[in-house]
């Protein structure tokens, strides 16, 4: 889907740069001093005038360079030892190889609701053991702390919904929109958040677990309620609970 990708670019990468852009013009002016906590992420999307999504994701590409560190329980602060001008370049172009993690997975939320209900319909029996047998391995990475791999065995649980549904056209738009989940800035949202409290990776589980139970039962009802509380909740842990802002 070449010229989608190039839609999709056009789209979705320029907030987050100018966002970032704007935070380190603060840091490099002082406004921001090095060894300061930074201002909550709604506080800064109020300044600025953006939405709190696109400066979540500014803030955790300058979180992957170092330009920023998580302080859990605290917030976030600006590194004591920076060197701005040389790590602008590397957020930036993290922001630029990176699709919004907010808007794909709202996409992907619109998408997997009619492929699970296709899948229900049209899954074989052996369609269902290999959902099973995906999410049995998601399930212990989880469970043992393994949050790379975690996410990783995400994207297999989810293709093999897909190929379920019995449609190529479906399978290869699900593995377009899955590709994302391997791009750094999405990474480091979802391995911060998890790090930040081993406790959090729980609720996750449970709800994979309410989607996979509702399939292999063919509840169409309830796998549909149970996958969009995941939908919900990644959003919410990606935007609003982070660091406490």
């Keep these: 889907m070449p010229e989608f990708d190039r839609v999709v670019q056009r789209r979705f990468k320029s907030k987050g740069a100018i966002i970032a852009e704007q935070l380190l013009e603060r840091i490099k002016s002082g406004e921001y001093p090095a060894g300061s906590k930074l201002p909550p992420e709604r506080v800064i999307a109020e300044q600025m005038g953006v939405s709190r999504p696109s400066v979540r994701e500014a803030v955790s590409a300058l979180h992957i360079v170092g330009i920023l560190e998580s302080r859990p329980g605290d917030g976030t602060y600006i590194s004591r030892a920076l060197a701005v001008d040389d790590l602008t370049t ?131 009802e309830k796998a549909i309620v149970a996958l969009e509380a995941d939908f919900d909740a990644v959003l919410e842990q990606l935007y609003h609970r982070n660091n406490g802002n």
């Design 90 to 220: 590397q957020a930036k172009g993290i922001l630029e190889e990176s699709d919004s993690p907010y808007e794909i997975m709202r996409a992907r939320k619109a998408v997997e609701i009619g492929i699970v209900r296709m899948a229900i319909k049209e899954a074989t029996d052996a369609d269902l053991e290999k959902i099973k047998a995906a999410w049995d391995q998601k399930y212990e990475s989880g469970r043992k702390g393994e949050y790379k791999t975690y996410t990783r065995l995400g994207r297999d649980l989810h293709m093999a919904i897909a190929k379920a549904a019995k449609n190529p056209i479906i399978e290869a738009m699900m593995e377009w929109l899955l590709g994302f989940t391997d791009q750094p800035l999405w990474q480091n949202m979802r391995r911060n958040y998890y790090e930040q409290d081993s406790k959090r990776i729980n609720q996750m589980l449970q709800i994979h677990n309410d989607i996979v139970t509702a399939i292999l039962q063919r509840n169409s």
